[in-house]
């Protein structure tokens, strides 16, 4: 995480309606693929009086307006809240001429040369450098600041619009978080009266099964466990997760997954779906949707989004982590109340999962079937 996202820039050495105005071109061209962002600050410099209920002594105000909802704090946010509030979007843009960023965009204006100057030390890493239609080339100092000034990519602040925009949306998809597996396999199979995990449907036990169905659009792939004891049972050729939210279920074994590997995106998908087939994973896949905070397919239940077999973005970590500390430990709870892309399965009965022997034995009737109607083509 940056100061605000994972992927943001300050857009510096111009003048501040210059910078604005690039950020809404950017914005406007990204917006519909992309959760995008900016940040500012005031430029009025005298003493404004605070707005609505702040000034009767209001810590916050809320105001749902007719197209967008408003936010008022009266003390400063503090870096963690603003990684909270910022932590959904895919692109922030900051006014870098009053924020830092972790990577930055110099403008290289004559006018602008000395104000510049006073802020070489938010260049950490400085990606890209558009000229005004004065500049002359990239200042003195900065070739000093910047070890690999040569490297960064030049283009005209003022004629080059198409391929500024390209920039960030290439910089956006190079940063798409990489997709690990996570098969749920540390249930207790109460109702089952066996683990459901060892079943064997397809040649082998039903957890190893899914986690190889996985593999193909995964860098890696865990078997999820309750505890070490479980995870002592499993084959070692197969890496497994035991869980450190305990007692959550589910909820906790996708959280777990998360504390593992934060920056990753994960594909969850339980064990007691022997249904779910290769074209099943591939149209999830095919279909994801990094803008929003998980891609999931429409469950027979009220069309709810099913939980169980879901790619959860990074992002979604914070949502569930806040969903538990308001006590609620349900994954589809946490889908029905957020921004998720759902999609219908190409297979209506992909989903139907394994609880009880009575759905079993239903379920080996439909595989039985689709053998012989396999073999009779």
């Known amino acids: 995480m940056g100061n605000f996202a994972r992927n943001e820039w300050a857009i510096l050495g111009g003048p501040c309606t210059v910078i604005k105005f690039l950020a809404d071109q950017v914005i406007t061209a990204l917006s519909s693929e992309y959760l995008c962002a900016y940040a500012d600050t005031s430029h009025n410099d005298d003493m404004v009086g605070m707005p609505g209920k702040l000034a009767s002594g209001a810590a916050l105000e809320y105001t749902d307006q007719l197209n967008h909802s408003q936010l008022n704090y009266k003390a400063a946010l503090n870096p963690f809240k603003q990684r909270e509030l910022f932590s959904a979007m895919d692109l922030v843009l900051v006014n870098g001429n009053h924020q830092p960023a972790a990577a930055q965009v110099v403008i290289i204006d004559a006018n602008k040369k000395a104000s510049l100057q006073r802020r070489l030390q938010q260049l950490t890493n400085v990606q890209l450098f558009l000229f005004a239609d004065n500049a002359e080339g990239v200042f003195d100092y900065l070739q000093e600041a910047i070890p690999n000034w040569e490297q960064v990519p030049v283009l005209s602040l003022n004629n080059d619009t198409r391929q500024i925009i390209e920039f960030f949306k290439t910089k956006l998809q190079q940063a798409k978080p990489i997709l690990n597996g996570l098969v749920l396999a540390g249930g207790k199979s109460t109702r089952m009266g066996f683990d459901k995990g060892e079943v064997n449907w397809y040649g082998k036990e039903q957890r190893y099964h899914m986690a190889d169905l996985l593999k193909k659009h995964c860098t890696q792939v865990y078997i999820s466990c309750r505890d070490e004891e479980q995870r002592k049972g499993m084959n070692a050729d197969y890496l497994s997760l035991p869980d450190t939210f305990t007692g959550l279920g589910p909820y906790g074994a996708i959280l777990s997954a998360f504390r593992q590997e934060p920056d990753s995106a994960w594909l969850v998908i339980a064990c007691d779906l022997p249904l779910v087939d ?87 009737r439909i595989l039985h079937q689709k053998i012989a109607t396999n073999n009779a083509s």
């Open 278 to 364: 290769a074209d099943v994973i591939q149209h999830l896949v095919d279909n994801r949707n990094t803008a929003t905070i998980a891609t999931a397919y429409k469950s027979d239940y009220k069309d709810f989004p099913e939980p169980l077999i879901t790619i959860y973005e990074p992002k979604s970590y914070p949502v569930l982590l806040q969903y538990l500390a308001q006590g609620y430990s349900c994954p589809r709870k946490v889908l029905i109340n957020s921004d998720v892309t759902v999609l219908e399965s190409p297979n209506a009965d992909a989903l139907a999962n394994v609880n009880t022997p009575e759905e079993l034995e239903r379920i080996k």
